[in-house]
Antibody, heavy 119, light 109 residues
């Protein structure tokens, strides 16, 4: 059974760093893209970027380029989304999702990782 | 890369049909047959309902159908049921990245 299990809820202060994770199981992690999607409170979905764990090719959405880092460790079937200096505007639910190809829609989603940034 | 445009809301009575539009540009919706639609219930992760404009994943009822004309894609939900009340998002491939629509809240009256 394909599963994407994300790390739990985080509460951070502005300026702190954070790395959240998404662990895949039940499939060949290296051979599928993993995407990250942001959903701010009461708002819509927003693509942040995708990574191909097989060769670490990464594509960022222009709106988040330079703001976050997407990475993956195929040896432990885990993808990551990290911030070096959080802002209050990073408060959101973050979903990871599996994609067969870069142009294809996600077929499996993680349960979401809520992140709250508040002083 | 701007979000695709969807109407904020749509509604229909049980058994009726509702159609949601998704308008983009020739760089996304109009340029690729990689338009997908997602259903999201409150507090839940999105669920893929339509991919490649008009294909349904296994398990999605045939009440859900998709189409595209030019830079506008559409999702039609026929025979509305109470459980169809949710937020719906379109998404399109746009070259190196993908873009979501602004989202439509469907209410079953």
């Amino acid at each position: 059974e394909v599963q994407l299990v994300q790390s739990g809820a985080e509460v951070k202060k502005p300026g702190e760093s954070l790395k959240i994770s998404c662990k895949g199981s039940g499939y060949s992690f290296s051979n599928y893209w993993i995407g990250w999607v942001r959903q701010m409170p009461g708002e819509g979905l927003e693509w942040m970027g995708i990574i191909y764990p097989g060769n670490s090719e990464t594509r960022y959405s222009p709106s988040v380029q330079g703001q976050v880092i997407i990475s993956a460790d195929k040896s432990i079937s885990t993808a990551y989304l990290q911030w070096s200096s959080l802002k209050a505007s990073d408060t959101a639910m973050y979903y990871c999702a599996r994609k067969v190809g870069a142009s294809y829609p996600p077929d499996f989603w993680g349960q979401g990782s809520p992140v709250t940034v508040s002083s | 890369q701007s979000a695709l445009t969807q109407p904020p809301s749509a509604s229909g009575s049980p058994g009726q049909s509702v159609t949601i539009s998704c308008t983009g540009t020739s760089s996304d919706v109009g340029g690729y047959n990689y338009v997908s639609w997602y259903q999201q219930h409150p507090g839940k992760a999105p669920k893929l309902m339509i991919y490649e404009v008009n294909k349904r994943p296994s398990g999605v009822p045939d009440r859900f159908s998709g189409s595209k004309s030019g830079n506008t894609a559409s999702l039609t939900v026929s025979g509305l049921q109470a459980e169809d009340e949710a937020d719906y998002y379109c998404s399109s491939y746009a070259g190196r990245n993908s873009v979501f629509g602004t989202g439509t809240k469907v209410t079953v009256l």
